[in-house]
Every structure is written in C-alpha cells, then in structure tokens.
C-alpha cells in the first residue's frame, strides 16, 4: 500500500508571505491531485500533475511534480486569509483505482 | 451544475445507535464514493460504486457498516450499532469516470458524533 506523508502538519504565517508544503512517497505516482479544503466543507480540486518535473500554476499556487514522481509540492505566493484550510495531496491507487490521501497541511494565514 | 448533496450536515447519536446518511451525486457521474475523514486525518475510503454495484469496499467495517445505491443515483451509508469511534465526517464524492486524471467533486459532508 503506497502511503503519502504531508509536511509540514501545521502551517500557521502572516498574509503576505510566502510558503511551501511537501507531499512525498516511497512509490512512484502515476498522477498526483492537490485539494484544498475549507472548514465545514469537502475537499475542492485544485489540480491534477501526471508527468514526472510538470510544474502547473494557478493563480499565486504553483504545483511541482518530482522528476522520478514520488514527491510534489504546492508553493503559495503572498498568501492571503482566504488561503487558509486544509491542503490534501492524493494519489491515484487502491486495489480497484481510488484516490488516496495524505493526512493534509493545515494553513492559517492571518491578516 | 449542481454540486454533490448529503444530509444531514451534523448528526449526534449514542452508541449502539443506528444512523443513515444520504448522498446524491451530480446528475450523470457513474461513480460514487464515501470516505470517512476522522478529525485531523485525511479522507479514508469507505467504498466505491460504479452506477450500482459495488467496486471496492475493501476498508469498509462490514460488521456495522452498509451501504446501497439501489437504482445508480443516490446512495445510503448505514452504521448499526455506531461505536465511539466511527464520530467522524462522513464525506461523499463523485466522478464521471474512473482515471489517474480524474478528479472528485465532494459534498460538504455529514459530521457525526457518537456519544
């Protein structure tokens, strides 16, 4: 079973800054999904990388995709407060073809 | 479009109790998931239907859990008898396919706690 870890756990910075979060894994990735989510809702797709060094921009969100596809990761620029929730990397597995999630980073962004 | 509906939103129930949960995915996605999402951990897959049958209930407690989607669209999740530790949110989520490159719309959950 591939397992993903998420770093850092907790993320707490002042609006304007700028942060990096982590998702790694022992296995190779065939594709890798980011998700964002709020407090009191579900998961919202951010984006989907599926080629190994693939770097995908979305606004001030940049997503990194590793060269060998067992790691990414999701810089912010100048983050904002509407930046805060929590930040789910998952990967696509299982035994019939399902995401798995990491356990998240939890963001909070003050003014 | 609309989203993915589930009700209740919040739930509270003793142990031993029994609960159902509803979801209605978006008009025209075959596939339909429940994940359970214990607090400060990421979604688990629960189980996975694709129109009405069951795909994969690999990680789902078969002892108290149940789950149904009769006719392809709306699903029931059921806990009898609910534990002290299924207290979770209970996330359902659909797709239009399955794929490495296919994301999932979620609904915003049911939080439920067991007292």
């Known amino acids: 079973t591939q397992l993903l870890e998420q770093s850092p756990q907790f993320l707490s910075i002042q609006e304007g800054e700028n942060l990096t979060v982590y998702c790694n894994s022992s296995s190779v990735f065939s594709s890798l999904q980011w998700y964002r989510q709020e407090p009191g809702e579900g998961p919202v797709l951010l984006v989907t990388v599926v080629t190994g060094g693939e770097v995908k921009k979305l606004k001030r969100l940049t997503f990194q995709f590793g060269d060998a596809r067992k790691d990414s990761s999701l810089h912010i620029t100048a983050a904002q407060p509407g930046d805060t929730g929590l930040y789910l990397c998952?990967?696509?597995?299982?035994?019939?073809?399902?995401?798995?999630f990491g356990k998240g980073t939890k963001l909070s962004v003050k003014p | 479009e609309a989203g993915v509906a589930q009700s209740p939103r919040y739930k509270i129930i003793e142990k031993r109790q029994s609960v159902a949960f509803w979801c209605n995915p978006i008009?025209?996605?075959?596939?339909l998931y429940w994940y359970q999402q214990i607090l400060g951990q990421g979604p688990k897959l629960l189980i996975q239907f694709q129109n009405n049958g069951v795909v994969d209930d690999s990680q789902l407690p078969k002892d108290r859990f149940s789950a149904e989607r009769l006719k392809g669209v709306d699903s029931t999740l059921k806990i009898q008898p609910a534990k002290l530790e299924d207290s979770a949110v209970y996330l359902c989520a659909s797709s239009l396919e399955v794929g490495p490159a296919v994301g999932y719309t979620f609904g915003s959950g049911t939080r439920l706690t067991v007292v």
């Open positions: 998952a990967l696509y597995g299982g035994s019939q073809g399902n995401l798995i």
């Open positions: 008009s025209g996605h075959a596939t």
